[in-house]
């Protein structure tokens, strides 16, 4: 238990000076932004349906429900999770949780990277498409 909590901070940390090593921030967000334009679509046997990747789902990632930003360090944790996120959708066999809220339904779904627990969330706007909405470790 002791090796996994050290091995859990340290990847973490490794995790985000690999990211503040960056020549600056402004040249990850470039990097992680071209990284995310080029995933298009992929299949969720979950919830069999085709999940897109759009502006909403990075915009997400960078604020908050409330278009509040989110802080450096929480920007540069969830970006560092995009890498994850079409391996999550693409093998998920379950949905954690399942919700509504006015017109816009959510599921959860969660995966590992390494021993982390990255949840991914994805969106659907009344008869709209189902996107990719957030991502996050636990």
Not at 63 to 68: C, M, Q, S, V
Not at 113 to 128: A, M
């Amino acid at each position: 238990l002791i090796f996994f909590i050290f091995y859990y901070f340290f990847f973490i940390s490794k995790m985000y000076h690999v990211a503040m090593e960056c020549e600056n921030y402004e040249d990850f967000l470039k990097t992680k932004r071209l990284e995310y334009k080029a995933f298009k679509s992929c299949y969720c046997p979950a919830l069999k349906t085709h999940v897109i990747f759009n502006s909403q789902g990075f915009h997400h990632l960078l604020y908050d429900g409330f278009g509040k930003a989110r802080t450096k360090a929480e920007r540069i944790r969830r970006l560092l999770l995009i890498s994850s996120v079409l391996k999550i959708i693409r093998n998920a066999r379950l949905i954690f949780r399942h919700s509504l809220r006015g017109d816009k339904e959510y599921w959860l779904l969660k995966g590992l990277q390494g021993i982390k627990i990255v949840v991914v969330v994805l969106r659907r706007s009344g008869s709209g498409v189902t996107h990719f909405y957030s991502v996050w470790d636990e």
